[in-house]
């Protein structure tokens, strides 16, 4: 899988996959996504560019709990672990439910995680944390 985001209509199911680090050498200006955490609840994710509100995907996003759509969260902190230069793993944040959003194409969403995020990644993540 290429994408960071992938639908499972069968399952009824959005996957997103996040890199949090992104560097130039690996991904282009329209794939540089602001992704972090907000606090331990919840995320600020970035959708593709070509993601609006009023797109289909945007209002799966939007109404998944009332569609009965899941939102699986996965991240990890670097595309390739700066020692041994191996494709690192995702860690499964779990299930994600819609906040709110701003601004379209990409759509800039807050989600809220039922299980609060590992500190590991609140301290590699989290932009907006004060103290």
């Known amino acids: 899988m290429r994408e960071g985001v992938k639908y499972f209509d069968n399952y009824k199911t959005d996957v997103l996959l996040v ?13 540089m996504y ?7 609840n919840l995320f600020h994710w970035q959708s ?4 609006g509100s009023n797109s289909r995907t945007g209002h799966r996003y939007i109404n998944h709990d009332s569609s009965g759509n899941s939102i699986l969260l996965f991240v990890r902190e670097t595309k390739k672990n ?30 809220r995680l039922e299980k609060p995020i ?12 004060v103290g």
């Open 34 to 40: 602001h992704d972090y955490s907000i606090n331990e």
């Open 82 to 111: 700066g020692v041994t230069k191996k494709v690192e793993g995702y860690t499964f944040l779990g299930k994600a439910h819609y906040v709110s959003h701003t601004g379209s194409s990409p759509m800039n969403i807050t989600w």
């Open 118 to 129: 590992p500190s590991r990644f609140i301290r590699k993540t989290g932009k907006l944390l």
């Open 48 to 51: 593709q560019s070509t993601t």
């Open 19 to 31: 890199t949090l680090e992104k560097n130039d050498k690996d991904y282009t200006p329209t794939t």
